[in-house]
């Protein structure tokens, strides 16, 4: 058996073993036996599929191996590179919602960053635009628990160039969503 993973694609050994039965060490051995590192990303999933994985663990596994054979670069999916950033705000997902839906309210937080909202499903998700064809999502998460307003805000933003821009965007978003944080704490 290859030597312990403690933790591939940001999952833990634990909760890869708990989930379906193999840890990392046990998948990677077994998509390399099976000659995944030459495969695309299809063909490793169909890999992975045989061996009785849930369609999200199948993502998770090809994904994970991919990253750990230099297949796949941090952030890079098969429509370029994408990024995800969440904050939990102290308000509840409607009040989370209006700092995003009012283009006014928006720009006092967001500052200079393009978004162009294209659709939105009151308090749950807005998705948009930015520079370059960049798809934004965000989503609100009620993490309120006994009355307590709470809100995680995700966004996730795909479509990106290259890794340097993933980076970069990863780091404007992360900014943005700190000054709402605060905004929402005043």
């Known amino acids: 058996m290859a030597r312990g993973i403690e933790k591939a694609g940001g999952v833990t050994d634990v909760a890869v073993r708990g989930k379906t ?6 998948w990677f051995a077994l998509l390399d036996d099976a000659g995944c590192a030459g495969m695309d990303h299809k063909g490793i999933v169909a890999v992975v599929a045989q061996h009785g ?29 994408q990024i995800g950033v969440s904050r939990t705000l102290n ?19 967001l500052g200079e960053i393009p978004l162009e909202v294209r659709a939105a499903v009151e308090p749950k998700v807005l ?26 805000v995700t966004v996730q933003v795909t479509k990106i160039a290259g890794p340097r821009a993933a980076a970069a965007e990863k780091k404007r978003w992360g900014a943005a969503l700190d000054a709402l944080q605060e905004r929402a704490s005043s």
Do not use: C
Request: net charge positive; charged share 30%; proline share 1%.
């Open 21 to 26: 039965g193999r840890s990392w060490a046990e």
């Open 127 to 152: 998705r948009g635009t930015v520079e370059e064809g960049r798809a934004v999502e965000v989503r609100f998460t009620d993490k309120g628990k006994k009355g307590a307003a709470k809100t995680q």
């Open 91 to 109: 308000v509840s997902p409607e009040d989370a919602f209006a700092f995003w839906d009012n283009a006014r309210s928006r720009k006092a937080w």
């Open 53 to 81: 994985a849930t369609s999200w663990w199948q993502q998770m596994i090809t994904v994970a191996y991919e990253q750990s054979r230099g297949l796949r670069k941090k952030h890079e999916t098969t429509a370029g590179y």
